[in-house]
């Protein structure tokens, strides 16, 4: 492979790259303030399992999903609420 042809699948790879819409979706997350509720929302987001397990019900394998939830928050997390209402 001669040095032109290089360069060129280079310009291609670093303009695929770049362009990407991901890069820029990444950039942002780096540099926009993480909120509570985007921490919230991170955390108990449906997650799905690359496993099946066999349902109870009907005894087939069956994808499954995982999902945290929060069902009491801490008295810190009531405090801060309150005080950005105010």
Known sequence: MNNT???KDLEIFYKAFVEDESVSRSL???TEPITLEKCLEAFTHDEELGE???CSACQQMQ???KKLQIW???P???DIQENELK
């Open 28 to 30: 942002r997350a780096i």
């Open 52 to 54: 099946k397990y066999q």
């Open 72 to 74: 009491k928050f801490p």
């Open 63 to 65: 994808p499954a999903a």
């Open 5 to 7: 042809n290089r360069w």
């Open 76 to 78: 810190v997390l009531v």
